[in-house]
């Protein structure tokens, strides 16, 4: 089946520092969409991309739909402590009218202050 | 708009109990999805019911099921709980209907589950 894989799997940076990642498939993807999960939470979507090249800034994260449809960036610039957590991507599938979402398996992001 | 909401937040069951967990959509949201967490995993999907109806289902057993009422809020039930069931439960709700952003889900915050 479809799979979205997303590296790295973990990071763990000095604050002040930039941050990319990235999500990819061997399939096409006509929308992204990127999460943040803080622990015990539920995941807040933080950028939703539907265009091929589109990108989309929400503060200081910024994400990029990627030109081939089968990968999406996602950067972080002047980190934060509050910016740790867990940041997944997703998109729906292309099986039939009824397209569940893909997940990636997650980047955890740690930040030293 | 009020956001999503579960409940209840956190639940202890002993092994071999049921439990049902509830969730409530943003309202207009017609699609609610399930998710199954447990520590260092990703979300793990489990159902998720379009205008009451099933529209997709995961890989889980048939210990596993849910409703959705006319009102969209939906229940999820396990049934005879194993000690691997211990997880966070997250409901999330979606337009589920038209272009791309029927598509974005909005999450509630979960039921941690116990299972003794």
């Known amino acids: 089946g479809q799979q979205l894989n997303q590296s790295p799997q973990s990071m763990f940076i000095q604050e002040g520092e930039d941050v990319s990642m990235n999500c990819t498939s061997s399939?096409?993807?006509?929308?992204w969409l990127w999460y943040k999960q803080d622990p015990g939470e539920g995941p807040v979507l933080l950028i939703a991309?539907?265009?091929a090249g589109e990108l989309t800034s929400n503060g200081r994260l910024t994400a990029q739909f990627g030109i081939t449809r089968k990968d999406s960036f996602l950067n972080i610039s002047a980190s934060i402590p509050s910016d740790v957590g867990i940041y997944f991507c997703?998109?729906?599938?292309?099986?039939?009218?009824?397209?569940?979402?893909?997940w990636g398996l997650g980047t955890s992001l740690a930040v030293n202050p | 708009k009020a956001g999503v909401t579960q409940t209840p937040r956190y639940l202890i069951k002993t092994r071999g109990q049921q439990v049902t967990l509830s969730c409530s959509p943003i309202?207009?949201?017609?699609?609610v999805s399930w998710y199954q967490q447990t520590p260092g995993q990703g979300l793990q999907f489990l159902f998720e019911?379009?205008?009451?109806?099933?529209?997709n289902k995961g890989n889980f057993p048939g210990r596993f099921s849910g409703r959705q009422f006319s009102n969209s809020r939906s229940e999820m039930n396990v049934s005879t709980l194993e000690l691997g069931d211990s997880a966070l439960y997250l409901c999330?709700?979606?337009?589920?209907?038209?272009?791309?952003?029927?598509?974005?889900?909005?999450f509630g915050p979960g039921t941690r589950l116990t299972v003794t």
């Open positions: 991309l539907y265009k």
């Open positions: 309202s207009g949201h017609r699609s």
């Open positions: 997703a998109g729906p599938g292309n099986a039939g009218n009824n397209r569940k979402l893909i």
């Open positions: 999330a709700s979606s337009l589920g209907i038209g272009g791309g952003r029927a598509y974005e889900q909005y």
């Open positions: 019911y379009f205008s009451e109806t099933q529209r």
């Open positions: 399939s096409i993807f006509n929308t």
